[in-house]
């Protein structure tokens, strides 16, 4: 299996990237950045699991459902928690904003469908890896996610402060390969990444510690772009050469 960076990205500005990934050919992560992938990469695209309903991870996925839906013959299945799925809804694929794609008919049935995350459980997706959902200490509904395959594992924190669950669940993660953590903010911020459930180098430290798999390496996104080389340097400061940054293009296998 393979995770692959579309978006890396924690806000917009030119040449930057909102988060996006790919979970193997068919499932996407996130769709800030999901109308930059090539039309063929649009068309296999048969799930896409949100972290949470905040503008930066959801942005495209209007612009995805519509390139698609008229192409393809198989709606298009979106996940989310319950309050991530509502918010969406509600305040976005509500027929004001943006088509309600879910009640657009097409030859085979809806154009899209929504489906509830189901917190702890593991779910079987395409390609041999299977998923699951746990929540993190973020708004929006946030949600971050274990995957394994039968080669090994990886923990993806989505957006989150400082938070216990996940670092429980990863525990008990067998052949544990990467960390994807998002850090925003550097640590001269630290108290606006607590204010707004976001993590800062220090920070993300302290929840290393929570998990303590000292050999993992740690992946890290979710970066203010105009903080990029100051978060760069405190990440080096805690951790050495423990973390890399992910950018558009990078892709992890397990
Ligand atoms: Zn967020
Ligand atoms: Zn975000």
Known sequence: MFLE???SDGS???GSNLVTMRLGRSVLIDTGSASSLTNTDQMDTELVLLTHAHLDHVLELGFLIDAIASQRGTPLRVMGSPAC???VKTHYMND???P???GISTVYGPALEYSELVDGEWMELAGGVDAMPVPVNHGAGGR???FRSDRGSVVYTGDTGPTE???KAAAGLDNLTAIVAEVSFPDRLRNVALASDHLSPGLLSDEMAKLGRDEVPIYAFHLKPWFRHEIERDLARSFGERTVLLF????LEF
């Open 5 to 7: 960076v579309v978006g």
């Open 248 to 251: 558009r293009g990078d892709r």
């Open 144 to 146: 971050g996610f274990l």
């Open 100 to 102: 309600d794609f879910s």
């Open 12 to 14: 917009k500005q030119a």
């Open 85 to 87: 799925l509502a918010i």
């Open 96 to 98: 004001l904003i943006w």
């Open 165 to 167: 669950d996940i670092w």
